[in-house]
């Protein structure tokens, strides 16, 4: 499979939209992070991608062709919360799986059981929430799926365990599949992720390969020797994503040409002015939590 | 694709089988507990007098005749025991009225034949005959009613807990729906015939079982296997699209349809009464369970409803029903969504 691609995608519950004109386009070969707050619409994305949830308006198209039933044998799906059969053992899930899949291998998935330390004859009902996780994600991987949607597929595993996951994830995109996921633990998307996009509102805020948003994107920070400060000048540039403000410290994210700014805020009367290179989590609250817009900047004049 | 139900009804049989296999552990305790009864000899010595003769005679086919002769109660039996074979009883005593009449009565496998010849009565009682499936029919059903209760949430309980597994295979939603239909009626048939076969082998334990299939019988057994079906899907229909309170539409669907069959039962006395019971009726209607009598040729060889001229017409709602309420159980499942 080449790609996804996510077309003005709109979901709706009522008045509600979960996601609302989510545009993106997922390419084979790689790992995806899909982040966003809690509600922000990443495991309506994942339904809508899978059929489970009907768009109210938009496409999900696979090597351009809609989703059909056939095409679910090339998608591997670990879905947020335990949807195992309780009453059932491990080892019926890996036969349930084998039934419904030409291409699952069993034996893989017992593999994959026994690194994650569960064993195959307990029933599901008996088992923790991690090694439920840990069912759901074995079963996946063992699925020999094109494309693998894990919806936080590390929620409630051990961190051996979670290291585990995240080498199956780079080691099937190593194979040249699709692995999108999502996760809470940015640490995680990080290591694992090439390309990420974040959605708030169910809208997309942000989007592009992790090493090209954490090269492009720059703190610039200064301290100022009074609660009154002006920044004239910032107010429009391109270059000011958003400003925030704590008394006499100004932090600038800035894409591209942050020595530009340093200069400027230097000129400004800031002393300790820094720029500082950004992590994905610091990428992320900065999509997703308010901020002062470029426009909204307060200029006053300097003291006398 | 359905390898889950199919594990669902695994289950389920296997209680099944747990219980008619109690039934037919207490048949043997009781079989043993009685054997030294099921010889005439036992029970003749209570039955007669000092005044009585009592002949017996091994006639050459095997059978053991008993002859119990009262002379001045001008009382006249016998017995012919053929063992496991039956027992063919000829009663001749006298009545307190002259008059002309006679009847049947059959229960199982007993049938009795009564005739009244001026001031004779002459009773014939043969206990080997051969049993109406529609008992075992009706037995069959009366399980397989509760394990299509019981099954009926299939569809309801993947709505509510396991839609990512079930929606994510790759087959057409109404394949997976039909699969699961599918297997669940053969889970309710194989419900039936183990009832069959449990009840058989009681009977067994007491007499060589011969079984009636003909006639009223074969029409019982058509029905017998219909209705369950129709009871489940109805109930599929109704869970799949209350999935929610999947738990209360099978828990109150008993208690509704006996509701209905009594309002509809009782002969209304007045208006509000006859408002009532047209409601009743009418709502009935849409319950597989309202098409069907238990009426048999028991009693004065009366037939039922089973057999009666209308069987065809019912057998046709029944099978309609069952196509109905499944089609609208599908249709919901086509349309539900994570």
């Not at chain 1, 009907?54 to 095409?71: C, H, K, Q």
């Not at chain 1, 923790?128 to 597929?153: C, H, W, Y």
């Not at chain 2, 099954?151 to 729906?177: D, M, Q, V, Y």
């Not at chain 2, 699961?180 to 076969?197: E, F, H, K, N, R």
Request: one cysteine or more.
């Amino acid at each position: 499979m080449e790609k996804i691609t996510i077309s003005n995608l709109k979901k709706t519950y009522g008045t509600i939209a979960a996601v609302d004109g989510l545009t993106l386009e997922i390419p084979s070969g790689s790992v995806f992070g899909l982040l966003g707050p809690n509600g922000a619409g990443k495991t309506t994305t994942f339904k809508c991608m899978l059929g489970l949830a009907r768009p109210t308006s938009g496409t999900v198209l696979y090597d351009g062709a809609a989703l059909a039933p056939a095409t679910l044998e090339r998608i591997a799906y670990v879905p947020e919360r335990n949807v195992l059969y309780d009453w059932m053992s491990v080892a019926e899930h890996v036969e349930m799986n084998r039934r419904a899949y030409a291409s699952f291998d069993p034996a893989r998935a017992f593999e994959l059981l026994q690194a994650f330390s569960v064993d195959r004859r307990r029933r599901v009902g008996a088992l923790s929430k991690g090694m439920r996780t840990a069912v759901m994600v074995a079963l996946a991987f063992a699925q020999n799926a094109e494309v693998l949607v894990l919806d936080e597929p590390t929620s409630g595993l051990d961190p051996v365990n979670q290291r585990h996951v995240l080498s199956l994830m780079i080691n099937e995109a190593a194979k040249g599949n699709s692995v999108v996921f999502s996760s809470h633990q940015i640490g995680q998307v990080e290591r694992a992720a090439e390309q990420i996009a974040v959605i708030d509102g169910g809208k997309l805020v942000l989007q592009g390969s992790v090493d090209d948003l954490k090269g492009d994107r720059k703190i610039v920070e200064g301290v100022f020797p009074d609660v009154t400060y002006g920044l004239d000048g910032l107010a429009g540039n391109p270059r000011v994503a958003r400003v925030d403000r704590t008394e006499r410290i100004v932090r600038i994210l800035v894409t591209g040409g942050a020595d530009e700014i340093a200069a400027r805020l230097a000129a400004a009367g800031a002393t300790g002015v820094r720029v500082l290179d950004l992590n994905l989590e610091d990428i992320f609250l900065y999509a997703v939590s308010p901020g002062t817009a470029t426009t909204d900047i307060v200029v006053k004049e300097p003291t006398a | 694709m359905n390898y889950v139900e199919w594990l669902r009804i695994r289950n389920y049989l296997r209680i099944v089988a747990i219980i008619l296999g109690i039934l037919v552990v207490l048949a043997i305790v009781l079989r043993v507990s009685f054997a030294r009864y099921m010889s005439p000899d036992a029970w003749i010595g209570h039955m007669h007098t000092s005044k009585t003769v009592v002949t017996h005679v091994m006639l050459p086919d095997g059978t053991k005749r008993t002859i119990l002769d009262n002379a001045a109660d001008r009382t006249h039996v016998v017995i012919d025991d053929r063992g496991y074979a039956g027992k063919h009883i000829v009663v001749t005593e006298p009545t307190s009225r002259a008059h002309e009449d006679n009847s049947n009565v059959n229960f199982g496998s007993v049938a009795v034949h009564e005739i009244h010849h001026g001031a004779v009565t002459v009773t014939t009682i043969d206990t080997n005959g051969a049993v109406p499936m529609l008992y075992y029919m009706a037995l069959a059903d009366f399980v397989a009613l509760i394990v299509a209760t019981i099954l009926a949430a299939a569809l309801a309980r993947e709505i509510n807990g396991h839609l990512e597994i079930s929606l994510t295979k790759p087959c057409p939603r109404a394949r997976f729906a039909l699969g699961v239909i599918a297997v669940d009626a053969a889970g309710i048939l194989a419900a039936s015939l183990m009832t069959i076969v449990a009840f058989y082998l009681c009977q067994l334990l007491f007499e060589s079982a011969r079984l009636d299939f003909s006639g009223i019988n074969a029409r019982a057994i058509a029905i017998g296997v219909v209705v369950p079906l129709a009871w489940y899907a109805m109930l599929l229909a109704a869970t799949t699209w209350l999935y929610r309170a999947y738990g209360a539409v099978l828990g109150f669907a008993w208690p509704v349809v006996i509701l209905l069959g009594i309002l509809t039962a009782i002969q209304p006395t007045n208006a509000v009464a006859l408002f009532v019971h047209d409601v009743a009726w009418t709502l009935s209607r849409l319950d597989p369970l309202s098409y069907v009598s238990f009426a048999s040729p028991a009693y004065n060889g009366a037939m039922g409803d089973a057999g009666s001229s209308d069987f065809g017409l019912r057998f046709a709602i029944e099978v309609l029903l069952f196509v109905v309420y499944g089609a609208l159980a599908v249709w919901q499942w086509r349309r539900v969504e994570a």
